[in-house]
């Protein structure tokens, strides 16, 4: 019989050759298998940790983020992302229930950019350096007066 044949054992079983493991039987794992399973648990748990308690600063109520923000409209974020694209202002202060006056104009070349920010309802928080603050919406509007952007601030 070769090295690499099996041989038939007394009970009738398949038993392996000589020198050789089984196939599915795995070694014992090593002290180090387990350091480096314990070190990705404690990472992991580190990084939960460290995102859950990132924001800790107080939350601000709705009262107190629409008079940070010149008591413009709270606006949900569904709200926003259902506002299209070709819009003019008139029809975003229609669409959002009230006039933000948190906007900003800037000239580029020959044409103007308004922008209107709007703040999220149930978003806000107080921050020691800038006060009471929210998560923004920004809408664009080029020299045409239509609507040609939308950005969303997280705060």
């Not at 079983?13 to 014992?28: C, D, E, M, N, T």
């Not at 413009?72 to 974020?77: D, F, G, K, R, V």
């Not at 819009?87 to 959002?96: F, K, S």
């Amino acid at each position: 019989m070769t090295g690499d044949q099996s041989s038939i054992s007394p009970a009738g079983q398949v038993a392996p050759a000589a020198g050789r493991r089984p196939v599915w039987q795995f070694a014992p794992p090593r002290l180090s298998a387990y350091v480096r399973i314990a070190l990705t648990l404690v990472a992991g748990m580190l990084i939960f940790t460290s995102v859950a308690l990132a924001d800790a600063r107080p939350r601000a109520t709705n009262a107190e983020v629409q008079d940070a923000y010149d008591f413009a409209p709270l606006i949900t974020n569904r709200q926003a992302r259902a506002v299209p694209l070709g819009i003019t202002p008139l029809q975003l202060e229609r669409r959002m229930h009230g006039e933000s006056w948190n906007g900003t104009n800037r000239f580029h070349g020959r044409t103007w950019k308004i922008c209107i920010t709007y703040p999220v309802k149930d978003t806000g928080v107080k921050d020691k350096r800038l006060g009471v603050i929210a998560d923004e919406w920004t809408f664009c509007f080029t020299f045409d007066n239509r609507l040609k952007r939308k950005f969303f601030w997280n705060s």
